[in-house]
DNA sequence: ACAAATATGTGATATTAATCACAAAAAAAG
DNA sequence: CTTTTTTTGTGATTAATATCACATATTTGT
């Protein structure tokens, strides 16, 4: 009974945290990824994944939060997005030209998979199911970050702060109570602010009412404000 | 004979301007697309593709040069990238939510084709190498943009306009003398800056030798310059 | 528990680039 | 070939936010 459990954690079939696009393959299929695929953990704050280097295996974030960011030396650091767990890191970068554009923290203790590219890359090629399932996420990630990035360039820093708020809530915890994953700095570096404008324009929500801010948590009050301060710019 | 001419222009196997992706597409699955799809003309600026439309076609870009841009009525138009010949558009759109996201103008006449969406889709599930390139577009148009993005932000106007330049004497036009296909008002929109910054800084280049300018006509006189003003923000 | 290191908050100042208000030039229309 | 419209260039002004320079908390390590 015991090494029934022990297997049960180690087979992609019956994985908890399987991926959608995983989902839609046979057995076969999956059996083949089980082998070519391994588990590891990581704590918070170390890095997953470095830009630059070359991909040798697609990671699969299992559980945890990490942040997707760029930082080159000399210039500040700038995070591109948070990234959940159920996610596939840097799929561009492997399908682009393999060489690895984003680097990845993470941000809670994380539970990853490291998958084979070369059986990867095979499963693309001879299911199409699968294919179809990464072309969506990949897509689906591409709109939301350029989005992001689209509409950050017509704001103002308090419409920035504001979208910061919106999207801990709205995307990354699903409710108007939690507590940041992140320090001021990064903050700032993921809505491309100062972190001294950032925690200024936080104080200035927390007195006028709108959030209840204590260290890194924070509880949305007027939900209708912060909307229309994000709307605004 | 004439009529094997007309034959070759209008079947995908004998088309000059075939994608990248439709090449490896077997004879049979070709024809398919031949009877699925639709050549159509379009004259400079005119719009080939509104945001917010649903995408019922495919559009594939034959010939000439086009704009993918975002414009919300109050909010200023943001270029996001000048799309060349040989370029699927909208094609995140179309795995994201099928809702079209981007809107394109025609900067020249443009020949497009239009393709039957579930014919494409029902192709990239039957054929994974046809998928793999769509993948690997769509990631490296991804890239691109995302790339220009993060560095724009972290750039002055100077950098802005330089890289600009840039951009279309690699990019688009991959020489050193060109002609901008796009007003000052859109080369603002396209790099975030207002119209007059952007004015502002050409005239500059131009008084400091580094390109000439005479109109919309750009040549670069001193490259080298030039990239380390885009490098150094 | 204490010291050191790190993160956060705050005022003053400087800088950048947007905005405004036109003038001039170029392109389009008649 | 004019007239009208659109695009482009230019100076003055304003507004926004980064930067600097610290003070104060908070966290981490011993």
Redesign the interface.
């Known amino acids: 009974m015991f090494t029934e459990v022990i297997k049960k954690d180690n087979t992609c079939h019956d994985c908890k945290d399987i991926s959608c696009a995983a989902a839609v393959l046979n057995i076969k299929q999956l059996g083949l990824v089980t082998s070519n695929s391994q588990e590891s953990f990581l704590k918070k704050g170390e890095v997953i994944l470095h830009e630059g280097s070359l991909t040798s295996h697609i990671i699969y974030l299992k559980t945890g939060l990490a942040k997707e960011y ?1 930082k080159r030396s000399g ?2 650091e ?1 995070i ?1 997005q948070i990234v959940k767990k159920h996610t596939y890191l840097g ?7 393999r060489i690895n ?1 984003y680097s990845y923290a993470a941000l809670e203790d994380c539970k990853i998979c490291y998958i084979d590219i070369n059986m990867f ?1 095979s499963l ?6 699968f ?2 399932e ?3 996420s ?6 939301n ?3 992001r ?2 509409h ?3 704001k103002k820093v308090y419409g920035r702060v504001a979208d910061a708020i919106l999207y801990f809530s709205k995307i990354i915890y699903e409710g108007d109570k939690f507590s940041l994953p992140i320090s001021r700095q990064e903050l700032a570096d993921l809505i ?1 602010v100062s972190r001294e404008s950032a925690t200024r324009v936080l104080i200035k929500f927390k007195s006028e009412g709108i959030i209840s801010l204590k260290g890194r948590s924070i509880t949305i009050v007027n939900m209708d404000l912060l909307e229309q301060i994000s709307q605004k710019g």
Chains 1, 2 share one sequence.
């Open positions: 760029i210039e500040k700038q591109l799929l561009p970068s492997l399908f682009g030209d554009h890359n693309i090629r001879e299911n199409g199911n294919a179809y990464i072309l969506i990949t897509s689906r990630d591409s709109l970050n350029i989005n990035f689209l950050r360039s017509q491309g």
